[in-house]
């Protein structure tokens, strides 16, 4: 990335989000980083005050079409923006008990709300540099063993949301990226996830940096190996 260039963290306050902050702190990049409610957000007012300077704290929900629009309004040219959020849904996990305000809800945050914020921040982002969903492999329809169904909806919901914003970045040379994290430490993952917070977002970062300028759309995970859709 150029120097004093600045990465836009979605959804920064814990977990995959707070770690891509702290690797990009860690590279000299400055970071703009949102959260639902940072007053609430501890861990990522320490990173703030440890980094002067260095680390923009703004309160943003996703599912809030105003706030969105106040958020893009005074937001300034970025080179790097990663859409990160999601819920993992009801616990009975599949389509034979699901309302539909159950199913609406989900393909609404792990799909729907990650697009449209998308569109908005696509404007602000320089020549260049790199749009990234988190997604995950579970929204692999070739790889789909069954089983999480309504999760894997959603997932798979947003690759292909993801996939149509392609066409309005063409010629901008901005690249696209719809990745997996791993399966990681935190609150969703579980404490017996194979991947560390750390490990994650170091990968993905690198694979954030090793895309920039690239102008393709592509499904990735933390190491930069590809996914098929």
Known sequence: MPQHSTALIVGANRGIGLGVVREYLSRGVSVIATARNPDAAAELRA???ANPGRVDIRALDMNDGA???????????IDVALVNAGVSGP?????NKASAAEIGALMFVN????TRLARHLMPKLRAGGVL??????MGSVALNPGGHELYRASKAALNSLTRGLHPELRG???ALLT???GWVRTDMGGPTAAVSVEDSARGMVDTIASAAGSEDHRFLDWKGDTIAW
Do not use: K, N, W, Y
């Open 111 to 114: 799909a729907i709300a990650p």
């Open 91 to 95: 616990d009975h996990r599949t389509a």
């Open 132 to 137: 990234a969903f988190t997604s995950s492999v």
């Open 179 to 181: 990745m997996h994290p």
């Open 172 to 174: 901008r040379g901005i």
């Open 47 to 49: 990173l703030a005050q």
């Open 67 to 77: 706030q969105i629009d106040a958020f893009t309004a005074t937001l300034p040219e």
